[in-house]
């Protein structure tokens, strides 16, 4: 296939290493962002060096960028757009930067949902994640974009590759990393440009066939445009939302109650030690009565060595049956304290836990109530539901 109606797409959220990839395999210098502000403004595409009649390499627009006005949806649009007018109808692969990252977070879904729909499901075959900063485990440290890659296909399936580029670290780690064997840097995923570059090279080799991105127009009755369904409008082309207006905050579900946090109880006296004068033999006639002191507890009159006639409580020293000397939420049974804010979460707005539905209905566009028509911003609150192919 001719690198001119061919390429590797990069994406990913700014500031995930995707334009120092493109410049790592094409040899050619790329701005980077150096951080999470956004430096690919505009897509952009590269050849690579002593070979120019390969596949073009694409710097997408950082999904979740600095341009606040951008939303994903729209990010995907501008791709799929400019593939269009390249005239580009092939991908031979899809690199999709992240940064290390466990959590399947709710942006690594969306991502996913638009990667998957330059072909649906089979799209997967040909994406290779790539793990900025790794430590030596790229699939343990892509696991949030390898399950948000699972809702669409098998995501053991899904090659994922990771490095952290040893002339990025700072002098300490660089000077550490330096001095040790090739073999031990590699197994940290601690590499040179030159064997970044090589390693993301192989994996694109080992992707099968590239496929097809098929454009076929279709109409919006209602509206009147005329594209690719996946083109339509934004304005036009939105869903229902259920969102949260107020963040949720830490919160309590028990209140506060007072117990002893001891657990045994213990036996003590709660008087001292007395003496009984007793007779111990002898005559009063003779004169040579004997006595003895007999000890007791005054308490009680139990002999000394008995454990105790009164039962307490260790912790606050008080009688068994004494109120709780501190207090614990029974929620979760820590200790009630002002740091101690919550153990779980909640909407300020509604009083929903975390993972409770959202309690506002909006927009998914322009983030207007659902229902009520905002005619400065010209979104009708509804998708493309009179669609003809033409």
Known sequence: ??????????????????STLIGLCTGVPVNTSGGTSECTLDIKEFREKDNEAGPVWIDS????????????????????????????SHVVGIIWTVNPDDREAAKLQEQAKLINKFKEGVVWNNVIIAVKKTRGNAR????????????YCNKDSVKTIGYA?????DEME??????????????????????????????????PPLFQVVFSNSKCVDCGVVSDPRLFPIACHTLKESIHPQANVPFHAGAGSLAHPAKDLA????????????????????????YKDVPYMAC???????????????????PQGAAGCKNFFTCCGAEVAAANTGCARRFPCCGGEEGAGGCREQCSYCKGEWGQWD???????RSHNNVIQI
């Open 267 to 290: 036996k003590r006296h709660t008087g001292a030690v007395a003496y009984n004068r007793e007779r111990c033999g002898g005559h009063k006639a003779l004169g040579n009565r004997r």
């Open 174 to 207: 660089k000077s550490f990393w330096e001095r040790q064997s090739q073999g031990d840097r590699l197994n940290m995923g601690i590499m040179t440009q030159a064997e970044a570059s090589a390693l993301i090279k192989e994996t694109i080799t080992t992707l």
């Open 300 to 318: 009680c009159n139990n002999n000394p060595s008995h454990p105790g006639c009164q039962v307490y409580h260790p912790c606050c020293q008080m």
């Open 140 to 151: 343990r440290d892509g696991a949030g974009a390898l399950a948000a890659a699972g809702r």
């Open 1 to 18: 296939m001719s690198g001119n109606t061919s390429c590797i797409l990069v994406v990913g959220s700014t500031g995930t290493g995707k």
């Open 61 to 88: 627009v950082g999904f979740d960028g600095t341009d606040s006005k951008r939303s994903d949806e729209e990010a995907f649009q501008y791709i799929l757009k400019f593939l269009q007018d390249k005239k580009i």
């Open 165 to 169: 580029l040893i002339e990025q670290l």
């Open 375 to 381: 005619k400065e911003m010209g979104c009708i609150g």
